[in-house]
């Protein structure tokens, strides 16, 4: 073993000689216009103008009139804007029953998804916040049964929950619905939640056991003030699942209850009289605003919600 | 001695905590379990406009089988959920692997690639709808640049219908898939790169060897949850070709549907839901094993 | 200073299983009332499972615990008369300092004044005054862990936990803090029970130490005690740094011989007879070196292998009998490794452990 004392000095020897090197010094220069980076950018910037185009095509297609489109090209910016479509499609476009447009479905979906967000959220936490605190015995085997539950096909339970509603009176009601899309909700909010409570550090729960506070005084006091942003991943989740959501709504409700999405289908696909593409497009904007403002506005949260589902539990 | 407390005893321990899983456990057992069980055995009967307790044994199965609507059905599932996977696995990961390259603007390529995803199926059915419309769309504008004999018009097209769902599919679900190999590749250990670049091993043969090998839980994953969608398909059929032309674009979900809800045969109905389910245990079930009967030996 | 006659907390026979897992067996302790109690072992031996269940965090499979005469087996953690202090500090951040300090007293219903009354003086014990509108997110790490210890004095109670308090400290801090708790216990004259996996603590702050390995304890003794007769071997390596040096060697005819080694064991207090295979042990620091060598009762002659200039002190390993043996010399010592040197070692000074059982002989 030499001393150590040797090193240091042949170490701190090389800095005087700093300024006289010779050949490569400082930072390597890089081209900021590199093959590697034509390539990378010029790749998602293509795949991005796809991605894009539907919606481009969308709106133009929207503020168009009739005459225009069949004359013209779908891509091409509208010569004279117009907003008739729009207003048509909100308060005069025709399902084959009725012909107040889709301002009806746009409400209906309101007071479908206000309640069923909440009502799932709050089912779902206190599950979650259960699952991870409080675990009694065969909690697990119910959350396994939960999870795989994600997994079967609607289809397999659609008619068992149309007896289900009947018995409770619920069925073609709105609150059969929220019942049906806040029991949907549970296995992805409720891994979510108790995922998210798991990760918060144990002791605290347990400082609070110590200062006597019980199940729920633990829950509104310690754990609900911590958890606001999983609460808004949640809420996003939600929102954008039941506002587009199409099968529970044609099953579960009357015509007088569709939601936006029944609604804008009806519109669209109605085989009656002549065919308003700029009026279906207008409509299918409206349709897909309310999740595509969340989604513009939460960007990272919405994310996050939906990597929730491959975390795994 | 007075003043010690009680054991709370069997069903009273922990009492809040069960009182508050009571929905779960509803949900689990009467519509997840219960429903499943009863969907499968109402497919055993003869029901019609209602569920009626007359056992058949397999004769609606056969009638399901026999029937061309559900054969058709059938093979398209297999072939949009094949090239589904496929498609959206291979450009998922390429994205991901070019986001991945601290490039920047990371966050408006994502956010444009996975807007999609935020879209209703039906919104998503329309659009393309509009978009392969033979007279208008795409097609047109092509042949009015001169291609006069470019033909692209799947819509309308028996053969080749599916194919023109899978672009919307695709268009819609592929950001989703980025998302999640994106985050798998976030979660690789940055050393491994350091190391492979000490070493002097190319870039993709880095991915080749190294990295995908490493996710493949992520994969594993995003194939369970991209799978179990696949089986569902439905929405976006109904919007885009209602099942046409003709029956050329059935899936079994929409089968199901008008069955039970339009047709009046309730155990058609139940027998195809049953063999979506089963369809669905052939992706889950092994993925399961693999998953949790590997935890149980730690 | 301890009354040795009032018990503070009993664990009675406490068993405590995970499914098929043992964690604690058939566990004992009385801790008196004013002791500090240090619970020491290494991560897995089950010292912090045995302070949750004192705390009814976690629910025993069998057995009995009082505190202060009466028995909480069952009773609500908030209900047993302690306060508890976390290694992450556990302080719900959304509360400010005085919220983390009053939360226990609101939910016990203690009217608002008194709350204020006491949060106010155990803000003036620890020195916090300045802290109390603050919020967790705003406190250094040793502001925070006073603040945990806060939240334990204000509820007024006889027993306070310790789970690992320092842990998540950097060395320095944790060095200050040891020296305030001890000073705090001074004055609070508490029970406390402590739970940690580091030595220097446990000997510089208990009245005793038990120390546990696999869900039992293994030796329940004051430091002095545990450091200089330790119960059998687990003890014996644990404690001390380096650890104690043990060679394998026969007692026969109050001797022992290994290899080289020959040393008189008349002056050995024995626990009970013995004969036959046996380990000796000697501490590195009870190592005679220099002048001082020849007046031990074995005279060795060792060589240098390594030497680990620590600057107080320093190590010196070398081997006796093929096994590694530590010497700990002073810090201006001119040993160099390769040199040749004479130890002394004293029967004294020396432990002796059967090598079935391990227990002290």
């Not at chain 1, 085989?271 to 904007?285: D, L």
Request: glycine share 8%; with cysteine; proline share 5%.
């Amino acid at each position: 073993m030499s001393d150590p004392g040797i090193l240091a000095v042949t170490k701190a020897g090389t800095d005087p000689v700093r300024a006289q090197l010779d050949g490569p010094s400082g930072t390597r220069p890089r081209r900021l216009i590199s093959r590697r980076n034509i390539f990378l950018y010029g790749t998602l910037i293509l795949v991005s103008l796809y991605y894009l185009l539907p919606l481009y095509v969308m709106i133009v297609t929207s503020l168009k009139g009739m005459p225009e489109i069949r004359m013209g090209n779908i891509f091409a910016p509208p010569v004279e804007i117009t907003f008739e479509p729009w207003v048509k499609a909100w308060s005069e476009a025709c399902t084959g029953l009725n012909c107040d447009g889709l301002s009806r479905g746009f409400w209906n979906s309101v007071r479908i998804t206000v309640p069923s967000v909440i009502l799932s959220i709050a089912i779902a936490s206190v599950n979650g916040y259960a699952l991870a605190n409080w675990r009694f015995k065969g909690a697990d085997i119910f959350f396994t049964i939960l999870i795989f539950g994600a997994f079967i096909p609607y289809q397999v339970m659609l008619y068992p929950i149309v007896i289900l509603l009947r018995e409770m009176g619920l069925y073609g009601t709105l609150w059969g619905l929220v019942l049906v899309h806040s029991v949907f909700g549970m296995p992805i909010l409720t891994l979510l939640f108790r995922n998210y409570f798991t990760s918060l550090p144990e002791e605290l729960f347990k400082a609070a056991r110590v200062d006597g506070a019980g199940f729920w005084g633990i829950y509104f006091q310690i754990m609900l003030p911590m958890s606001l942003p999983i609460f808004v991943v949640a809420m996003i989740l939600q929102v954008t699942g039941i506002w587009n959501d199409f099968l529970f709504g044609v099953v579960y409700t009357k015509p007088e209850y569709y939601p936006m999405t029944v609604q804008l289908n009806n519109i669209v696909n109605s085989v009656q009289g002549v065919k308003e593409y700029n009026v279906n497009m207008a409509a299918t904007i409206l349709t897909g605003l309310v999740p595509l403002v969340i989604y513009f506005v939460s960007g990272r949260l919405f994310v996050r919600g939906i990597a929730a589902g491959a975390v795994k539990g | 001695m007075a003043s010690e407390a009680k054991r709370p005893i069997g069903l009273f321990r922990n009492l809040a905590a069960k009182i508050a899983a009571i929905p779960m456990i509803l949900t689990a057992l009467v519509v997840f379990l219960g429903g499943t069980l009863w969907t499968v055995t109402y497919s055993f009967t003869n029901s019609k406009l209602l569920p009626r307790a007359d056992f058949v044994g397999f004769d609606q199965y056969e009638r399901l089988w026999a029937t061309e609507r559900w054969q058709v059905s059938i093979e398209n599932l297999m072939i949009y959920g094949l090239c589904s996977l496929v498609f959206s696995f291979i450009i998922g990961f390429v994205l991901a692997a070019l986001m991945d390259q601290k490039i920047r603007f990371e966050n408006t390529f994502r956010t444009i690639i996975l807007y999609p995803f935020a879209l209703s199926f039906i919104v998503t059915g329309l659009v393309w709808q509009w978009l392969l419309n033979p007279d208008l769309g795409i097609q047109n504008v092509i042949r009015s640049l001169g291609f006069t004999n470019f033909d692209f018009n799947p819509l309308y097209n028996p053969d080749i219908v599916i194919y023109g769902v899978l672009i919307a599919g695709l268009w819609q679900g592929t950001g989703l898939v980025m998302v999640l190999m994106l985050a798998g590749l976030r979660g690789i250990d940055g050393d491994i790169w350091k190391a492979a670049r000490v070493d002097g091993i190319p870039m993709w043969k880095t991915y080749l060897f190294i990295v995908i090998p490493m996710m493949r839980p992520v994969f594993i994953t995003t194939l369970v949850i991209i799978a179990s969608g696949i089986v569902r398909l439905y929405d976006l059929i109904v919007a885009q070709t209602s099942g046409g032309p003709g029956i050329s674009s059935e899936v079994p979900a929409k089968y199901v549907y008008d069955y039970m809800f339009q047709g009046q045969n309730l155990g058609q109905g139940f027998a195809a839901s049953t063999m979506m389910l089963l369809a669905v245990a052939i992706v889950i079930i092994p993925w399961a094993m693999l998953e949790f009967g590997g935890k149980k030996r730690v | 200073m301890t009354d040795a006659n009032r018990k503070s907390v009993e664990i009675k026979n406490l068993d405590l299983n995970f499914g098929a897992v043992k964690v604690l067996r058939n566990l004992n302790l009385d801790v008196y009332e004013g002791e500090f109690l240090v619970l020491l072992g290494s991560s897995g031996c089950g010292k912090s499972t045995l302070l949750n269940c004192i705390a009814g965090l976690l629910e025993i499979t069998e057995g009995q615990i009082w505190i202060k005469g009466t028995n909480v087996t069952w009773a609500e953690p908030s209900a047993r008369g302690i306060g508890m202090v976390f290694q992450s500090y556990a302080l719900y951040p959304q509360m400010t300092v005085e919220g983390n300090m009053s939360f226990g007293l609101k939910n016990a219903r203690v009217p608002k004044p008194q709350i204020k009354e006491r949060v106010a003086r155990a803000a003036e014990v620890l020195q916090i005054e300045p802290l109390l509108k603050r919020k967790p997110s705003a406190l250094s790490g040793g502001q925070r862990q006073r603040v945990a210890i806060g939240r334990a004095l204000v509820r007024d109670v006889d027993v306070f936990l310790f789970d690992e308090p320092l842990s998540n400290l950097d060395a320095k801090l944790r060095a200050d803090l040891r020296v305030e708790l001890k000073q705090l216990h001074h004055r609070l004259k508490n029970t406390m029970i402590y739970v940690t996996h580091d030595q220097v603590e446990a000997m510089t702050l208990a009245s005793r130490i038990a120390i546990m390995k696999d869900g039992m304890i293994q030796q329940l003794a004051s430091p002095e005690e545990i450091y200089s007769r330790p119960a059998n071997l687990y003890v014996a390596d644990f404690i001390g740094s380096p650890a104690m040096n043990l060679v394998k060697g026969t007692v026969s005819g109050n001797r022992f011989t290994s290899g080289a080694l020959s040393i008189p064991l008349d002056g050995y207090d024995f626990t009970r007879p013995a004969k036959g295979e046996a380990w000796f042990g000697i501490r590195p620091e009870h190592i005679l070196v220099g002048d001082d060598a020849r007046t031990g009762d074995a005279v060795l002659d060792l060589e240098a292998e390594v030497v680990e200039p620590l600057g107080s002190d320093t190590l010196i390993l070398t081997s006796l009998n093929g096994g590694r043996f530590w010497l700990r010399t002073d810090g201006q010592t001119r040993i160099r490794s390769g040199d040749h040197i004479t130890v002394g070692l004293r029967t004294a000074d020396a432990s002796l452990f059967d090598t079935g059982d391990e227990a002290r002989l």
